[in-house]
């Protein structure tokens, strides 16, 4: 079947690390993506992973991918209350007529406190 | 600068009006979508078209229709035939052969 799960709400202390998890179920994936929402915005690419790769890191954020569990992860190190958003993971699967298609997680709402 | 932009932000109709939304991309991307959003159940795709004159159904199309006469351009109508069609609408548009979507902000719309 195709699900991405994720768990809806994070909270952390500013500075801090977050860590938010997803896991997604079929194993046809390319490509896995996470992307960022701020109230009442549109989402905004922060980055993704291709399925042959384990660790991705950009900056404050480090992606970490388990494609034996179907486990993603987005660490964000030194957390600041900017980041307080939510947080899309999606992965791109086969779809009908050789084009692919985006199954997205509920989001997971970050809350950072001061 | 390049982009993707839906408008209005905010829109009001009374129940029963058909309502189009606007999205223009300067991207030259190929591919555009259209997401609704609701509290608490993420992202669910309406329509997509992957070419100019060309679009298909996504999950949740019933009520709704589009158009794609230019590259640039997929708008949205919200059709009396949309039972709920209070929501947040997202439009989104990703280069050839990519998944790689860019979103503008969105549209919100209530109806009354």
């Known amino acids: 079947g195709e699900d991405v799960e994720q768990s809806l709400f994070l909270s952390v202390r500013e500075g801090d690390s977050s860590v938010i998890n997803c896991t997604y179920t079929?194993?046809?994936?390319?490509?896995l993506y996470w992307y960022k929402q701020e109230p009442g915005a549109g989402l905004q690419l922060l980055t993704y992973?291709?399925?042959n790769m384990d660790m991705k890191q950009d900056q404050r954020l480090t992606v970490l991918l388990n494609k034996k569990d179907k486990h993603l992860s987005l660490r964000i190190a030194d957390t600041q209350t900017g980041d307080s958003a939510i947080y899309f993971c999606?992965?791109?699967?086969?779809?009908?007529?050789?084009?692919?298609?985006?199954?997205w997680g509920l989001g997971t709402s970050l809350a950072v406190n001061p | 600068d390049g982009g993707i932009t839906q408008s209005p932000k905010y829109l009001f109709r009374k129940e029963g009006q058909n309502v189009t939304l606007s999205c223009e991309q300067n991207?030259?991307?190929?591919?555009m979508y259209w997401y609704r959003q609701d509290p608490g159940q993420g992202l669910r795709l309406i329509y997509y078209?992957?070419?100019?004159?060309?679009?298909q159904k996504g999950d949740i199309a019933e009520g709704y229709s589009v158009s794609r006469e230019k590259k640039e351009s997929f708008p949205l109508t919200v059709t009396s035939a949309q039972k709920n069609p209070t929501a947040f609408y997202l439009c989104?548009?990703?280069?050839?052969?990519?998944?790689?979507?860019?979103f503008g902000q969105g549209t919100r719309l209530t109806v009354v």
């Open positions: 999606a992965e791109s699967l086969p779809n009908a007529g050789n084009n692919r298609k985006l199954i």
């Open positions: 079929d194993s046809s994936s390319t490509y």
């Open positions: 991207l030259n991307h190929d591919a």
């Open positions: 992973i291709f399925s």
């Open positions: 989104a548009s990703s280069p050839q052969g990519t998944q790689l979507a860019f």
């Open positions: 078209s992957q070419i100019v004159n060309d679009f």
